[in-house]
């Protein structure tokens, strides 16, 4: 089955994007096999980070590693990795297969549910020493809290992102992610500006069964170096270190992080580009800031998703650039803003920024002549459909 194939019968499922464990917690046991010993990374901003970062303070230390993020940026085989390499083609298929013969609720199950299933089996196939996943929404009813404890769980950050669905509090949006806690875990949690809110958590996460609560701060005795982007960046590599240091316990390396490669997280994917997913006012604001400190005013792309605040990121956007491309995005389930949307959600001292072109095509590359014309790097920035849209358009080029 060609992957676009694959693909589109996965988006096209019934369920799409639906909070609840019933249908998976029916599954999952019975393809369930083997015990892997999981880290299980939920947060608002800074997962992808910690996962990546987790992943390669194991696989340094010897240990063989399962990875499972969300979304992807390009392939869908990006979710899911054994050692730092991504599932293949045939073996998502043969997977699949093997579900879809072995689940009888099978058709009801969402395409998330199924990529989470198709993931565990993977790592058990190889035989994974420890697996690392990436809550995909929220936490409590996410698919991967079907995983049963113990476990380590780190909870990078909270802030107010997907209010429609997980609450439009602080308090709300916490006992959504504090909701991957069992009885037994190890618990990470990333420390915020509020030492009340921080201890309210932990309190949380205790009375859940937690039989350690810890943030990101080292032993002393721990050399932690690094040439990180941004606090946030180093806090949540922090996080995993600590995390690995509490798990693993005997003899843990501390590896060099030089090598460690944190896709579209600041990374120039040319000497004059600059790509970076962050799509919510914390994540925007953070960027920001990092933008300010390391490359001044800057030329940059937009595009967003319609539930996001366009008018706050635009807003922050806004101090870092003159010149603000915008382009429209197509996702599943009509979840992208259009160009349009986003220049009527401008803030008027920022929409005298924006420029568009005829089509999204001639933006991008309008974006990048201007930028180059100009001695000016380029940021792709708003959502992982904006990196994905800018280098796909970039290599059609070629």
Request: net charge negative; proline share 3%; charged share 30%.
């Amino acid at each position: 089955m060609p992957q676009d194939d694959f693909l589109k019968q996965l988006y096209q499922r019934r369920g799409g994007i639906k909070l609840g464990l019933g249908r998976v917690a029916d599954a999952f046991p019975v393809i369930f096999e083997k015990n892997i010993q999981v880290y299980h990374v939920a947060g608002t901003n800074g997962k992808g980070t910690t996962v990546y970062a987790l992943d390669h303070i194991l696989r340094s230390n010897g240990l063989k590693t399962g990875r499972f993020v969300s979304p992807h940026l390009f392939r869908y085989n990006e979710r899911i990795a054994v050692d730092g390499v991504d599932i293949s083609d045939s073996q998502v298929r043969e997977i699949y297969r093997y579900l879809e013969k072995k689940i009888s609720s099978f058709e009801e199950l969402s395409f998330f549910e199924i990529t989470f299933l198709i993931a565990w089996k993977y790592f058990e196939i190889n035989g994974c020493d420890r697996a690392v996943f990436e809550v995909g929404l929220g936490g409590r009813l996410d698919a991967t809290n079907v995983i049963e404890g113990p476990k380590t769980d780190i909870i990078t950050s909270i802030g107010l992102d997907h209010t429609h669905i997980l609450g439009d509090t602080l308090e709300k949006i916490a006992l959504e992610k504090l909701g991957i806690v069992k009885n037994g875990d190890a618990v990470l949690l990333g420390s915020s500006k509020d030492a009340a809110f921080d201890k309210w958590m932990a309190e949380i996460a205790v009375s859940k069964g937690a039989n350690r609560v810890e943030d990101e701060k080292l032993p002393e005795n721990i050399e932690f170096y690094g040439d990180f982007t941004s606090p946030e960046q180093e806090k949540n590599i922090k996080l995993a270190l600590k995390a690995a240091l509490l798990t693993e316990k005997n003899g843990l390396k501390i590896p060099g992080f030089g090598t460690l490669r944190l896709p579209a997280r600041f990374e120039f994917i040319e000497p004059d580009i600059v790509a970076d997913v962050a799509h919510n006012p914390p994540a925007i604001a953070s960027l920001v800031e990092t933008v300010k400190k390391r490359l001044g005013k800057v030329v940059v792309l937009y595009g967003a998703m319609k539930d996001k605040d366009i008018t706050q990121v635009l807003d922050y956007i806004g101090e870092i650039s003159d010149d603000i491309f915008v382009v429209s995005l197509e996702a599943d389930n009509d979840r992208g803003a259009k160009a349009g949307d986003i220049i009527e959600r401008a803030s008027s001292a920022v929409s005298k920024k924006i420029r568009f072109c005829e089509n999204d095509e001639t933006t991008v590359r309008e974006a990048l002549s201007f930028a180059r014309r100009n001695g000016m790097k380029l940021l792709v920035t708003g959502s992982f459909h904006t990196v994905e849209k800018f280098v796909n358009l970039m290599n059609a080029r070629v």
